[in-house]
Structure formats: C-alpha cells, structure tokens
C-alpha cells in the first residue's frame, strides 16, 4: 500500500554508477614510479596511460573512472545504463545545475564544510579526552547529497 507522504518513501533505484577519482599525482610520484617500472596501486587509468604511452603530464590531470554499472533486473536492456552515463557527463560538464556554473576543484571539491575545527593545536589535553562526555552529534551532514546542492568536480577526463 502507499502511503499519503510521498516524502517519507525512497523513490524506486533503477541505475547505480560508480565512480572512481583518480589523477592529481605529482610529477615527483611519477617520475619515481616510472623510473623503476613500476605502477602504484590506485589511479588505474592515469598510471596505465603514462606507462604504455610514456607519458608523465596524463597522471597529472584530474579524472573519473567508471568501475560499475548496476541496473535493476527488472529494467535492464531498456537504456538507463546509456541514459545514467549521459546525466554524468552533463554532470561534470555543468549543464544539469545552472547554479554552478564554475565547476569544483577536483580534491576540494562538493559543498562547503559547514563544521569548523576551532581546535587548530597540535597537542591536545589527554585529560580532557579522557573525561569527556561523548554523546550523539545533533545535526549530522546528510549521507545522501543533492545533485543540485552539489558542485561538480572539474575533471580533464571521464
């Protein structure tokens, strides 16, 4: 049976993707795992393409790598993979939010952190840790963010 509020109810998954960030890695990374043969776990596609193609400046730039796809079982074949995979790239191109129009650096990117750290020592009183009174946070961030809350990362690549 369904229920009167439509707000409380999940709205029915048809498609997952997932994503993979990867790039960013340093020249000095690079050039040390290069020298040796030898790729770093992590940033498959950066790592592979300055491997085979001997090219340091790729590992350099920002990207995202697909790692799955998931659609309902009773949907597939029915085009919501093609379809997921072309709201991405509208995604990170900007076009889905016209709110932001500049996109995000990739590593600093999303919304802003509404949690400030006043703690900004180093060394922290072990007493004061060990006396404290832990109780639940009242206003945790949200797990699940809005695309339209969101900036999206600049990306060189997808």
């Known amino acids: 049976p369904q229920s009167n509020n439509i707000s409380s109810n999940l709205p029915d ?3 997952i993707i997932q994503i993979a960030f990867e790039g960013m890695i340093s020249q000095k990374s690079i050039q040390s795992e290069l ?30 790598r697909i790692v799955r796809i ?5 949907v597939q074949s029915m085009g919501y993979g ?11 191109a900007g076009e889905l939010n016209p709110k932001f129009l ?9 919304i ?10 180093e060394s922290i009183n072990d007493s004061i840790l060990l006396n404290e009174d832990i109780q639940p946070r009242k ?8 695309l339209a809350d969101r900036r999206p990362e600049q990306l060189h690549w997808l």
Do not use: M, V
């Not at 093609?82 to 990170?92: K, M, N, P």
């Not at 500049?102 to 999303?110: D, L, Q, R, T, V």
């Not at 206003?139 to 809005?146: A, E, V």
């Open 35 to 64: 020298s040796k043969s030898n790729k770093a776990s992590g940033d498959l596609i950066p790592w592979t393409i300055s491997q085979q193609f001997n090219d340091s400046e790729f590992a350099t730039l920002s990207g995202a």
């Open 102 to 110: 500049n996109p995000g650096i990739f590593g600093g990117e999303g």
């Open 70 to 74: 998931a659609t309902h079982p009773d």
């Open 139 to 146: 206003q945790l961030p949200s797990l699940l963010t809005p």
């Open 82 to 92: 093609s379809r997921a995979i072309d709201l991405l790239i509208s995604y990170f």
């Open 13 to 15: 998954i048809l498609c």
């Open 112 to 121: 802003e952190d509404t949690i400030s750290n006043n703690n900004t020592s």
